[in-house]
C-alpha cells in the first residue's frame, strides 16, 4: 500500500510539472514588460492565423514598441507560419512563413 502512495504522488508531481512546463515560453522574463498578457497576444495570433501554435517566444526586436510575441504556427501539410504581435499594442506585426 505504501508504495502505491509513493508511486502516485510521484506521477503527481510529474503530472504537475509537465503542466507547469506547458506555460513556459522563451522571454518569460520579459512579460513584465508587455502591456497585452500572453493569453490576449495567442488569441490574435490564432485570429490572424488559425492553426497550432508550436512555439512562444517573447523577445526585444526592432519595430512595433520593440518588445514581441513571436507564434511559430503550424497548419497539416503546411509550410510553417510566423506571426509576430507587438506586446504594447496588440499589432500584428508579422504574418508569413517561417523564416528561420
Known amino acids: 500500500m505504501l508504495n502505491k502512495k509513493i508511486a502516485l504522488s510521484g506521477l503527481l508531481a510529474l503530472l504537475s510539472g509537465v503542466a507547469m512546463s506547458a506555460h513556459a515560453y522563451t522571454g518569460e522574463k520579459l512579460a513584465k514588460d ?57 499589432k500584428v506585426l508579422a504574418d508569413g512563413s517561417d523564416m528561420d
Open 34 to 90: 508587455a502591456k497585452i498578457s500572453l493569453q490576449t497576444a495567442q488569441s490574435i495570433a490564432l485570429k490572424t492565423y488559425p492553426g497550432k501554435i508550436v512555439k512562444v517566444e517573447l523577445e526585444r526586436e526592432a519595430g512595433g514598441s520593440g518588445l514581441r510575441y513571436t507564434f511559430d504556427m503550424q497548419k497539416k501539410g503546411q509550410e510553417p507560419h510566423e506571426v509576430g504581435i507587438d506586446a504594447a499594442t496588440g
